[in-house]
């Protein structure tokens, strides 16, 4: 009995000094995230690099441990790149990606001199070529290819197959790679694939693997094109409730690295430099969100709705996707889970629940509610939805929390607005 430490902190204490609601990031944890995906990838081939996928959490702190770490980054929108060139990150291990990209973001880019452009449409391969061309650069891409694998995930996590927009199809493939030989700006290395997200096994990697292997192969023949760089994507699933059990990091990369070697080898093909790019790996399980309880409120044979104060605006994955999560209530850990209830946020919309029937100890106006694992995709992906203030992040490292990110204002949710007419 008593609260819940989450590495080294009372969460109860955080959201006492800090306030709720309030995002709660051990670094220590991401540290060790990272760590674990880095070495198994370096221990398991020679040339091969770790990026981070910056979508799934960003804040110059993050950005900090990526570098010191020694990770590249993915970024995927003008934003992104500007913390990342305000910050000073090596810009040789940024690689840009996205289905649409703006030409001021390909100018940013490129004038940053950023590693290299992640394509996907020829349209794009032609415009990022004319780009450089006007600004005297030269531009270092990888095609994103479609394999046309659909792996086992929620469908909106899903970024291949048939109906997905993303990336080239194989059938479209050589003519891409002939036009980049076409264009004197651009400087063709390789190619890329990210099969979707939180997936649970490599099963849809291999598959995908297999397509890009022939594909590299058939290149090499009919156009005499030697791929140097593959990139692998992310996807690497973590667990969110007891009932997700993905393959440890090691069973999801080792197998993967195996099937480029044995293919190589056996089919007299250069071996490429190898890079996969996790997010949520990293970021998900490093962070909590801290709640209060607001009301409670129970519909007799419906539910004990325990409304929060956020909710939506600060996690909308549940209402996306259907995501699942576990929580405790902070302030009475160890407790018995003796109700089923369901935790409602407080927007103005029906779907905002973060999570429907859960077992917690018996739940009152006050209590601190800590959702698990909300590292990934949640700060990212936050709104001001009912002009609801960003929460806070906290970074905890050694045991000391401190604010990383500071909550934001009611002045800043309307501080773009112009002066009333
Ligand atoms: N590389 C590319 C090209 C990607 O599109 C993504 C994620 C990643 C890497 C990182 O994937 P991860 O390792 O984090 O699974 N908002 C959704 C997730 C969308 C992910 C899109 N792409 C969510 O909240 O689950």
């Keep these: 009995m008593g609260n819940f430490i989450f590495h080294g902190c009372d969460a109860a204490e955080l959201a006492r000094e800090f306030g709720t609601p309030l995002y709660v990031m051990s670094e220590d944890e991401a540290i060790d995230r990272i760590r674990a995906v880095k070495s198994c990838f370096d221990d398991s081939y020679e040339r091969c690099r ?7 959490f960003l804040s110059r702190d ?28 090596p810009p040789e291990k940024i690689a840009f990606h996205g289905n649409s990209k703006t030409d001021s973001e390909i100018r940013d880019a490129l004038e940053y001199r950023i590693g290299k452009f992640v394509c996907d449409s020829l349209q794009e391969i032609a415009a990022i070529g004319g780009i450089a061309r006007a600004v005297g650069a030269r531009a270092k891409i990888l095609i994103r290819v479609n394999p ?60 995908a693997l297999d397509v890009l292997l022939g594909l590299i192969k058939r290149l090499k023949v009919e156009l005499g094109f030697d791929t140097e760089v593959l990139d692998m994507g992310g996807g690497f699933g973590v667990a969110y409730t007891d009932l997700d059990k993905p393959a440890p990091i090691d069973e999801f990369i080792r197998p993967m690295v195996g ?5 190589c080898a056996s089919n007299g093909i250069f071996r490429p430099d190898l890079i996969i790019e996790p997010g949520r ?18 519909v007799p044979g419906v539910a004990i ?3 929060v104060d956020g909710g939506f605006p600060d996690n909308p994955r549940p209402a996306l996707y259907e995501a699942k999560y576990d929580a405790v209530i902070a302030d009475k850990f160890g407790e018995p889970r003796t109700e089923t209830v369901t935790i409602a946020g407080k927007c103005c919309e029906s779907g905002d629940i973060l999570i429907r029937d859960i077992a917690l100890p018996h739940v009152e106006r006050g209590n601190i509610i800590a959702v ?26 050694g045991g000391v929390p401190r604010v990383s990110v500071r909550r934001q204002t009611y002045a800043d949710i309307f501080a773009c607005d112009s002066p009333k007419t």
């Design 50 to 56: 770790t990026h981070f996928a910056s979508k799934s």
């Design 62 to 89: 993050m950005l900090g441990i990526i570098e010191s770490e020694g990770l590249g980054l993915d970024v995927v929108s003008g934003g992104e790149l500007y913390l990342a060139r305000d910050e000073g990150f």
């Design 148 to 207: 046309g694998v659909e792996g086992n995930t929620h469908r909106h996590m899903l970024t291949s197959g048939g109906r997905t927009k993303f990336g080239i199809r194989s059938s479209e493939i050589a003519d891409a790679v002939s036009l980049c030989m076409g264009l004197e700006n651009i400087e063709l290395g390789g190619f890329h694939f990210h099969v979707g997200s939180q997936l649970m096994d490599n099963s849809a990697h291999l598959a």
């Design 259 to 263: 099937r480029v070697c044995e293919f």
């Design 281 to 298: 790996f990293i970021a998900g399980p490093s962070g909590i969100t801290l709640y209060t309880v607001c009301s409670v409120k129970e």
């Design 305 to 307: 709705y325990a409304g």
């Design 372 to 397: 698990l694992c909300t590292g990934a995709y949640n700060h990212s992906m936050a709104s001001n939805y009912n002009k609801n203030p960003v929460p806070a992040v906290v970074a905890i490292r």
